[in-house]
């Protein structure tokens, strides 16, 4: 993926998936969001222009220093946006369990998604789209049946589910977009 973000002030590149979560939510002045893995910054802006405070994960240093030079481009009404450099497989933000919405974009990995759910706060939000079924990251796309045991404890406000194609297997892999609420 490219390093450099291009300034979009119509936000054309955002996940249109995570433009109906948010209007689903309604109002989020007062509520605080977690981007993560936050990538070129393709969502974070716009997420920053909804939400009072945001803070931006990626274990990219290269996409976390894009971020800071990019948003003196925007006029964000959360101002400054939070930065962490971090390997999500090894260790989650502090704000994961305090923050009202969580987006994860184009990113997979079970472990990960479980241990966000169980830390999130009770009435957080819970934005997941994972990669689609192309690429190399196919296999590492949950069964219908992880889906179900990754969900068991939130209630589900949306979701779109694509299944995989494969010649080869019989596993059907699930490529998802939905928004969660504990
Ligand atoms: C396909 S990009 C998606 C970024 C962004 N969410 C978007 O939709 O544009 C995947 C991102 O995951 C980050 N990433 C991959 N493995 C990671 C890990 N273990 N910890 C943190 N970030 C990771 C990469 O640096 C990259 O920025």
Redesign the pocket.
Known sequence: ?RVEHQFDPEYRFV?PALKKAIQKIGDCKELSCL??????G??VFYLANHFKNITA????NK?INNIHTDSLKYNLKAGVIKTSI????KELPIETASCDFIA????FDYSFLSLVIDQMKKGAYFFIET?NCNGGNFFKLPTEQEINNLFKNVAVVFIDKHSCKSNNSPIKNISFKCLLNK
Do not use: A, C, K, Q
């Open positions: 993926m996940s981007d993560m893995p936050v990538g070129n393709r969502n994960v990626d274990l990219n996409f971090l390997n999500l497989e994860t974009i184009h990113y990669p």
